[in-house]
């Protein structure tokens, strides 16, 4: 019925997005699809984003964010914004996936008035450079020592 942990969410409402395929420097190459449950009685919400890449080169940060609608269609609150980054596909000890699960509570009083919710997911570039660079010294060090280690392989 809900996914293991979600007991807590008996009364709540699904809401679902998937596969959103989202523009970025690389092109369209990056898919988020996000479910969320929305408890009434609690205001509890509960999201579960997988963020994918099929860029073989560059990594992506996306990010989901719920626009929350009264039963009349008018908009009355909107949540945080929740991002998750992920590798480039040609990276292979790194993942090119992810699944996350993310939560934050609204006003009940509020919780009891929802008539819709919107899930958006959009780009949320992050400027990595120094990590790359950093992570590329590590790799070159990596491979200095074994190549110390085993230097029969490393000829």
Known sequence: ????????????????EENSALWGATGRSSLMDTQAWLNKETGYILGITTTRNLNWAFGFTGAVGLLIFDFNGAPILRTKTHAFGV???????KPSTRTDSWN????????????????????????????????????????????????????
Do not use: C, W
Request: hydrophobic share 45%.
């Open 104 to 155: 934050e509570n609204i006003d009940m009083t509020i919780a009891q008035t929802v008539g819709a919710i919107k899930i958006a997911h959009t780009t949320a570039p992050r400027q990595r450079l120094d990590e790359i660079l950093d992570e590329i010294v590590r790799t070159k060090e990596k491979l200095e020592d074994a190549a110390k280690k085993f230097p029969e392989v490393f000829r």
């Open 1 to 16: 019925m809900f996914p293991i942990g979600l007991n807590t969410l008996a009364s709540s409402v699904l809401y679902d």
């Open 87 to 93: 590798d480039a596909r040609g990276l292979f000890l």
